[in-house]
């Protein structure tokens, strides 16, 4: 199996700007989730590494933009507005055409957002 790797992640001021990378990606729906500390992992965004159709959890609708490369077999989260709510670990999955859930294989990258 392919390892996906996240990489982005950072420490940034409110209002600031950040983006994550997920490389390779797997033929499939592409996911972001995050998890904070306490907390479970949570839905994020998502997008079709076919049809480039995505999806956006209500939280950051308007603020994250979530695209693809397949050449580069690289999905993208472009953050803007970043709130310190918006403080996790990001990681990113695939879930196959036709299956139920997400697989995840990497380690994550931290995003920390301060005021």
């Known amino acids: 199996q392919v390892q996906n790797v996240e990489s982005g992640g950072g420490l940034v001021q409110a209002g600031g700007s950040l983006r994550l990378s997920c490389e390779p990606f797997?033929?499939?729906?592409v996911g972001w989730f995050r998890q904070a500390p306490g907390q479970e992992r949570e839905f994020v965004a998502q997008?079709?590494?076919?049809?480039?159709?995505?999806s956006y959890a209500d939280s950051v609708k308007g603020r994250f933009t979530i695209s693809r490369d397949n050449p580069k077999k690289t999905v993208f989260l472009q953050m803007n507005s970043l709130k310190p709510e918006d403080t996790a670990v990001y990681y990113c999955?695939?879930?196959?055409?036709?299956?139920?859930?997400?697989?995840?294989r990497g380690q994550g990258t931290q995003v920390t957002v301060f005021s």
């Open positions: 999955g695939v879930k196959r055409f036709g299956r139920s859930s997400f697989g995840f």
């Open positions: 797997d033929r499939g729906f």
């Open positions: 997008i079709s590494s076919d049809s480039g159709a995505t």
